[in-house]
């Protein structure tokens, strides 16, 4: 089946579902969201036909079709008052959200119709499989750096989880405060050990065919797909996509193999650790109906349509306190080393929270970053800040394709990924991202590349 014909009848089931189903209390503008990803999907075609072949595009516009087409669905056949909704958003608030998103997906698919055939133009059809490997010795100087770290200091490990773990809840309140430049070290430890063996296996299979290296490669990169760092999904999910990729890359005779068990692995670990937040009362129980528990884990997971109307509802409270202070404790909150000038009680993140559960004692539901840029510059400007990270999400994503140094396109597809999240994250949760790990990672690379591995090839020769 065509992409764009299953994109057609999925939105216009959700559309005669919205139309038929969601006419009562503030779900009654619900309808114009899968509307507004057909007629764009229809009138821009780039984006549909990008989304099989480009990662960034391919996930932007995967989460855009959770968004605008299953969770409005979700919501309009459950029972409203089921919806285990922590607080109920006004119908005005409802309608400023729905028409903040109907024009961010209009604006975000215009700029990939336009930009997208500028930027993949001079990239490869499919990703090169001819890669230049980095010289090993720099790397693993650092790893045993990484360890020697955590043999004097434990308490650095309490941040990682492995699988699941009763730990992984509470360890925010009970971890130690660490420097920031020791995390991003030891967070290396989960990247290069088994960019070291991919690369290995690949050199010895290009010398030898044989199954037993491709075996030995995806065994020991399943153990780090398991690993969690604080108590987000994402940080399971998006490593999962970036390794599934250069595995194809490295073996792509084995692609079917590869996406069939790093799917599997990764699936059941965010099974499990969903299972764990849902039996820790971390989220909303199941229900013995599973669309209401569906409908709010959709809109909160994806930052959906009320999510992005307690957005609008809380920009007063940002207003009252100064716009500019809430953006500069935005920006530093969390990045390492310097996240400690910040004043965490007034971020938009927890001014959005405490709105919606009353105290500031939770802070687990994700600002849309349109909603969250619309507290700092107003409605108008708000998808401003969305598109720009659309725009780096097709600098990076073209960066990948034409990239023959397997660490680096590592690193790019790790950038796309996150940018092409945007949609369902906040500013604050895309950004640091460069700054505490892929920055850092880039560099280190970079110096391994560039003067590490020069220098020892003079050493030996």
Sequence with gaps: MPLSFFVLVSGVASTLVCLF?????????LVLLPITYTLVALTLPLPIKLAKFRLGVGVFMAVAFVRYIVVPALICISDYADIPLIREPSGDAMAIAVTIMVFELALSCLVIQILSPHLYLAAPASPSSDFRAPGK??????????IFIVALNPSVIDRYSFFSSTEI??????????SGGVVIIVDMLLVIPPLLVLLAMHKRYGVNPRLRYVLFAIVTLLPFLMIIKGVSRFSMVVPALAWTL???KLFPAYRKRALFTIGAVSFLSVISVTAQKNFSNTEPAFEENNLPYLA?????????????AYAVEVAPSVDHHGAEKVFLNDMIGNLAIISSFADQANTSSDFFNRHIY??????DQIIPITGQFSLYVGLFLSPVLLLFTIVLMLYFDSKMLKETRIEFSFVYALAT?????CMMLS???IYPVFFNFLMPLYLILLFNRSFVSPFIRRLRG
């Design 21 to 29: 189903l969601g006419w009562q209390h503030q779900t009654a503008y």
């Design 137 to 146: 010795a720099g790397l693993i100087v650092l790893c045993v750096c990484a």
């Design 169 to 178: 809840w509470t360890a925010s309140a009970s971890r130690p405060a660490l």
């Design 246 to 248: 250069m595995f194809i």
């Design 296 to 308: 709010w884990l959709g809109n909160a997971y994806f930052s959906g349509p009320f999510n992005m």
């Design 358 to 363: 009353g105290s500031s004692f939770q802070s």
């Design 417 to 421: 990924i996150h940018l092409a999240l």
């Design 427 to 429: 500013f604050n949760s």
